[in-house]
T-cell receptor, first 113, second 112 residues
């Protein structure tokens, strides 16, 4: 039983650089979610996809952030011109359409220096 | 004010003790999940509750959902060092669609 996987697990980048993260959901799940978690807080919703359609984006997702799920399977989250405030754990989750449960991957820890 | 409040923020207890953590909202949950998260890892789903008044048990963990579906509790009996972690409640609300809204979590430390 393969769970949600995320790559890379850790990323250190310099301010101003672009970074891209990948998420592979549980294969039968058609919904995929991105969250961000900072130290001492619970995860905060960024965006979600149903198949390849991006159905909702949080106001937290500035124009420097873009997410795609081109074939309705894996997804990528890109951050352009990174800022120190982007340092956080980026979590991906997936679910069946209509299900309450979301299953999370191990996350990508981003550090912007 | 956060939509979803968890208490306490931090709990440090001895192995063998019992504990309860709480999750409250001013809005009605359409569903509520409890997760456990270890440092550097993603949250792991423990349970989902949907029906008001529902009680679910998972070994030494007991989860209750309030009758009005605005609150929940997690009770751990005879805590073990392996229970140490961050416990997060997360809910879906009718007015917020399909996203999960998380509390800030309760950090539990169980000492041997």
């Amino acid at each position: 039983d393969t769970g949600v996987s995320q790559n890379p697990r850790h990323k250190i980048t310099k301010r101003g650089q672009n970074v891209t993260f990948r998420c592979d959901p549980i294969s039968e799940h058609n919904r995929l979610y991105w969250y961000r978690q900072t130290l001492g807080q619970g995860p905060e919703f960024l965006t979600y996809f149903q198949n390849e359609a991006q159905l909702e984006k949080s106001r937290l997702l500035s124009d420097r952030f873009s997410a795609e799920r081109p074939k309705g399977s894996f997804s990528t989250l890109e951050i352009q011109r990174t800022e120190q405030g982007d340092s956080a754990m980026y979590l991906c989750a997936s679910s069946y359409q209509g299900a309450s449960e979301q299953y999370f991957g191990p996350g990508t820890r981003l550090t912007v220096t | 004010t956060q939509l979803l409040e968890q208490s306490p923020q931090f709990l440090s207890i001895q192995e063998g003790e019992n504990l309860t953590v709480y999750c409250n909202s001013s809005s009605v949950f359409s569903s509520l999940q409890w997760y456990r998260q270890e440092p550097g890892e993603g949250p792991v789903l423990l349970v989902t509750v949907v029906t008001g008044g529902e009680v679910k048990k998972l070994k030494r963990l007991t989860f209750q959902f309030g009758d009005a579906r605005k609150d929940s509790s997690l009770h751990i009996t005879a805590a073990q060092t392996g229970d140490t972690g961050l416990y997060l409640c997360a809910g879906k609300f009718m007015e917020y669609g399909n996203k999960l809204v998380f509390g800030a979590g309760t950090i539990l430390r169980v000492k041997s």
